[in-house]
């Protein structure tokens, strides 16, 4: 099965809200503090946010900060990025993934989800 995979994005308006879904395998999920990245048209991958494996200790990325929120379910394994106020500039895929792999990480990614923010 794959190891992650992203869900809940699509199209919406310039100040709307969606809400991203990372489901992971259990081994990496409880060992790991968790991310979200992502990549613009034209650009290159980068990090926007980051839980602690606790998940007491998040951080995020300037752009993002104050608008999204990072979180994460022990119970279903899973990852969510609350994304409010959003911004043509958000429009990206969104990749999960640990955040020791960084953005520019070798491993292999997930298809990602893709949000388009747009009126």
């Known amino acids: 099965q794959a190891q992650l995979v992203e869900s809940g994005g699509g199209l919406v308006q310039p100040g709307g809200s969606l809400r991203l879904s990372c489901a992971a395998s259990g081994s990496i999920f409880r060992i790991n503090a968790m991310a979200w990245y992502r990549q613009a048209p034209g650009k290159q991958r980068e990090l926007v946010a980051v839980?602690?494996?606790?998940?007491?200790?998040?951080s995020y990325a300037e752009s993002v900060k104050g608008r999204f929120t990072i979180s994460r379910d022990y119970a279903k394994n899973t990852v969510y990025l609350q994304m409010n106020s959003l911004k043509p500039e958000d429009t990206a895929v969104y990749y999960c993934?640990?955040?020791?792999?960084?953005?520019?990480?070798?491993?292999?990614w997930g298809q990602g989800t893709q949000v388009t923010v747009s009126s």
């Open positions: 993934n640990t955040a020791a792999a960084g953005p520019n990480g070798e491993g292999r």
């Open positions: 839980i602690s494996i606790g998940g007491d200790r998040r």
